[in-house]
């Protein structure tokens, strides 16, 4: 009988350890209302982060911290500039063109709504989202995640690479792969 119990056990370990935050963040069977670029448009961007200066308002609901928040946008942002552009993080404070000719204005003309978890969404391909660039009015929707382990703000930097060039349909993603896709789940604080 033990064993049985054992082999389950051994079973269960090796699906958790093997699914990504991204698998784990599909069990939020209720989802936010929707967010649209007019809703995000209408929130209050009352807040600044201290590096680039992006424009940040924070929904109700949220877990951390405002300061960790901004903290963490300006460092993640700041890592995904480093990694994908040769020109790295100063590359946030001016202007840049991206090779179709399209001019990327400095980071703090970006505005950022944080939402603490999924939302429903008009996304081709799916209706629940945590994260959406609307790139008519230069705005990042982010969803907290809460699941244990998993890094907060999972698809900030994806969002990021929407923002410097990343197509909306992903036919470009793997130029920007290796600096969007480290989100990572601590199997040792899912335990915990």
Known sequence: ??????????????????VSCD?????DTD???????EIAD????????????????????VNRGTQDILDILDRRAEQFLDCQFVEGSELGFEDFMLNNGTIVPPLSDLRVYVVPKRYR???PGTSVCNGTYFGGVDIVTVAET?????????P??????????MDANH?????????????SCDIDNIFD
């Open 1 to 18: 009988m033990a064993m049985k119990y054992l082999s389950v056990f051994f079973v269960l370990t090796i699906m958790l350890v093997t």
């Open 42 to 61: 209408s929130q209050d961007y009352n807040l600044v982060t201290p590096i680039y200066g992006m424009q940040v308002s924070i929904d109700n609901g």
């Open 121 to 123: 969404c008009d996304v």
């Open 156 to 165: 900030w930097k994806h969002e990021l690479g929407h923002r410097y060039g």
């Open 31 to 37: 989802p936010d209302p929707l967010i649209t670029a």
């Open 23 to 27: 698998s784990l963040d599909n069990f």
């Open 146 to 154: 809460d699941f244990p382990g998993c890094d907060v703000f999972l």
């Open 171 to 183: 036919t470009n993603q793997s130029d920007f792969q290796s600096c969007i896709g480290d989100a």
